[in-house]
């Protein structure tokens, strides 16, 4: 009922040996070893610059995870007649 000797020679032949030469060509080609690249922390994503299209410059820079910018002129002078 099980396999033969020549049966499970075969599937060795054809199955694992080409997954095993596939496995050994890999880790020898320095694809495995590559580190990952490198990944900005919390902290540096909370303090980086970004392009924005609302800004003039193109740009904010956020401060602890903030953006702020002093209000247009013309605002300031509606908020300022109150």
Known sequence: ?????????????????????????????????????????FHALKNMTYKSAWTRSGTVKLTDGVYSEPAAPALRHVQGSR
Do not use: E, H
């Open 1 to 41: 009922m099980g396999l033969s000797i020549s049966k499970s020679f075969t599937w060795f032949a054809r199955v694992a040996v080409p997954v095993i030469a596939a496995g050994l060509i890999y880790s020898l080609s320095g694809a495995a070893a590559a580190s990952p690249p490198d990944v900005p922390s």
